[in-house]
């Protein structure tokens, strides 16, 4: 099945598209399995989450979720890994059960057996319903980088120079970004049985517009998205703008 695109006049017009989706998900099933992304994309929708909930809208008691990624080497109080945000934008609003909250363990000393027990415990826990993801500007999904197999799986991958250089702008400096991660895999990510993407900006417009029209390929990892059949792209406008097949019916 095609891939479904959502576009919206502004990021916090996408990013409800995006949590209405959880919310709706949640509201039938209430023991749902959801996949969480962290960066800059989905701070609106984890806010508009985090207020359907204070407004009695939905209940995360009942859920699990499982977190895309983190990095090598940040505990989870350090302020820059993937546990701390998840905490601070959402979890620590919500009344989801902490033991239910799953993100890779950047300092496990085995990092190898913490990856297969984190696809152990996905697919223990049944899969993941509905996955979200954001989208590098070279194509990453998760911090599956180019070149990464589509069949891989939860392992230990370093980071691109370009990633580095993006992700500084969280640090105090360049040289503070970890070499590497624990990612989720492709083909982890495409076992989910429904995946929403939100993109938003024009930065974003290129890596989507390979995403939706280019080959399916290595080198561009969010086209694997093409081979699953229940992918919804949501955008802003600005960011669909720079999408010529989009552009054309804005
Ligand atoms: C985050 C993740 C990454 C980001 C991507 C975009 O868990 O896995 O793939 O989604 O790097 O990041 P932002 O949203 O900061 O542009």
Redesign the pocket.
């Known amino acids: 099945m095609e891939i479904v695109t959502v576009v919206r006049p502004d990021a916090e017009s996408a990013s409800q598209v995006v949590a209405d989706r959880f919310i709706t998900l949640v509201k039938a099933n209430p023991r749902a399995t959801l996949g969480l992304?962290?960066?800059?994309?989905?701070v609106e929708t984890y806010r508009l989450l985090v207020e359907a909930y204070q407004a009695g809208t939905v209940n995360f008691e009942d859920v699990q979720t499982f977190?895309?990624?983190e990095y090598i080497g940040l505990a989870a109080d350090h302020p820059q890994s993937?546990r701390y945000f998840m905490q601070q934008q959402f979890f620590d609003h919500v009344n989801v059960d902490p033991k239910r909250t799953h993100v890779p363990n950047g300092v496990a000393d085995n990092v190898d057996s913490t990856c297969a027990e984190y696809e152990a415990l996905i697919r223990d826990g049944g899969g993941i319903d509905l996955q979200l993801?954001?989208?590098?500007h070279n194509g990453?999904?998760?911090?599956n980088e180019p070149g990464s197999l589509l069949e891989s799986r939860t392992r230990m991958v370093s980071l691109t120079d370009e990633?580095i250089e993006?992700?500084a702008r969280f640090f105090d400096s360049r040289e503070e970004v970890p070499r590497h991660a624990i990612?989720m895999g492709i083909q982890t990510i495409l076992e989910a049985r429904e995946i929403i993407l939100l993109a938003l900006g024009e930065a974003?417009s290129e890596a989507v517009d390979k995403l939706l029209y280019g080959p399916v390929t290595d080198a561009h990892p969010a086209s694997a998205l093409q081979n699953h059949k229940r992918v919804t792209v949501v955008l802003d406008a600005v960011c669909a703008s720079g999408i010529k097949q989009l552009a054309d019916s804005l």
């Open positions: 992304a962290t960066g800059g994309t989905p977190n895309l990624d993937f993801l954001g989208i590098g990453h999904i998760a911090f990633t993006n992700n990612t974003k």
